[in-house]
């Protein structure tokens, strides 16, 4: 099913990015030099960001006053908030309550937290976009944001030298422009991807969250056979044709899925933005990290562009947009929560 919604626009994007990173050097003292390295050509990722003290709310903070002193926004115009995060502040209250406190956004807004990984930017638009075309919200923010390295184990270099933490927002507000939608979630998939909460009966605490589990081979299959498809259908039914489209922003997981996806699609690599490498895969906020940080951003701001993200779930979603009007916004460096000043 595709859905098809009116009267959109996005504003604005920007993002945030842990100062402190893991480089090539690091995972080859901890890993060896000759496995980090075939990890990194494979992947082509030598670096990514690491979160240290920072939490999911920090990034989203800074991420989004980035956005609103660069794009000259009054919080006071948000009329909701919808924050995609699966490594939450605190189980209650939900995270994206923390972050509009910490924003100091009005209080007669819709807040809530969508828990979604690599697909979540693709959900939370939607999210955002349902609340602006249905007339009820002028303005929206889509923040997405992770410290997903917080559930990695050290020595799972598969997947400690892939993923890095990371933050966005997005500003959708009411405009000209219509936006498509079209997802697949498969929760039979979930032995493949997972971090697992585990309730505990005779405990000190009540309930214990376990490491993240990667099964690459499965992950891979289910991207390499499910994503091209998925995106062929999405524009089959909406009669667009491949060739037609600038650019596809596809979730940055890693060089060679995007490179045999684009195989796949048939098209070119100048097709697909590529920009990975210094950031690692970030997760829900890896699309708006590519917009914001890439430097042909420029470039990027076009209308008929379709953007997919795919991953835990499993899960697929697959958009049909326009940045034709949209500011993309550099990324901010954050230092260490000393620095934040959570109070002012």
Partial sequence: MISILHGLSIRALSSALPSRRLTLDDFSALFGARESVRIAKSTGIDSVRIAGDLTSVDLAAAATHNLFSNADIDPNSID???LVTQTPDSLMPASSALLAARLRLKKNIAAFDLNFGCSGYIYGLYQAAMLVSAGGCRRVLLCTSDVISKLLRPHHHHVRMVFGDAASATLVEAGSHSFSFSFSTDGKGAAYLN??????VESSCSAEIGSLFMDGA????FALEKVPAAILGFLEELQIDVSSVPFFLLHQANAF???YLGKKLGITQERIPLQVAKTGNTGPSSIPVLLSTSPHAQQLCRDNLVTCGFGVGLSIGVAHISLGNTQLIPPV???QPQTLGKNA
């Avoid at 971090?195 to 505990?200: E, G, I, R, S």
């Avoid at 499965?218 to 299959?221: A, P, T």
Wanted: hydrophobic share 55%; no cysteine.
């Fill in 195 to 200: 971090t697992p909460l585990n309730y505990l």
């Fill in 218 to 221: 499965q992950v891979m299959n």
């Fill in 333 to 335: 460096d954050l230092e």
């Fill in 80 to 82: 909701a908030l919808v």
């Fill in 257 to 259: 899925m995007l490179q």
